[in-house]
């Protein structure tokens, strides 16, 4: 049995962080910059590994930068700005046509959850099992993010295909054994082949 391993952000859904800025601006562009801006702040750690929930994230980052909005308006801005990759959705469909299990792993805050399951209904469905840093309480590249899916799914790393579009989160996962590729749309064709030629025997 193979195993995809795949990234929800920037492999399976997309989105615009300019976007976003723009709709928690409100025309203040100095709102926007400070939102974007926290995706650098050591904040973001401490909510993707759910050591804050999104409340408090809100209430301690965002609100001082954004005072008009509430954290309802983050969940709804977000919905607005995720768009599905169809690109990376096909491949989705290609390796479970052909008998893989299908896992999603992302690094990813409470609120992008209940954004994604709105926006998108039935989207965390569409995996086996989902693997959101949120509820594991550390993150990617760190190892034990990895050892905790191959752990808790039974697989082998040499049966294991990891697809990211982060080239650190990809060699922190060949360097415990797994197959790894760097997502771009420009390559599905060659990730294709290549596990195509993975399956061969011998």
Known sequence: MWNFIFDIGGVLLDFDLPELARIAGRGDRRAG???????????????????ITGEQYFTRHILPEVPHWTFRDLIEGWKTVFSENSDGLKLLEFVRARGASVYFLSNIADFNKVAIEERFPGFFQRSDRNFLSCDMGCIKPDP???????????????????????????????????????????????????????????
């Open 144 to 202: 034990e993010i990895f050892q905790q899916v191959l752990r808790e799914t039974g697989a082998r790393p040499e049966r294991c295909v990891f697809l990211d579009d982060n080239a650190a989160n990809v060699d922190a996962a060949r360097q415990l054994g797994l197959h790894g590729f760097v997502f771009e749309k420009e390559r599905v064709s060659e990730i294709q082949a290549s596990w195509v030629r993975l399956m061969e025997p011998g």
């Open 33 to 51: 910059d400070a939102l974007l801006r926290l995706r650098e702040h050591s904040s973001l750690r401490e909510i993707e590994s759910g050591l």
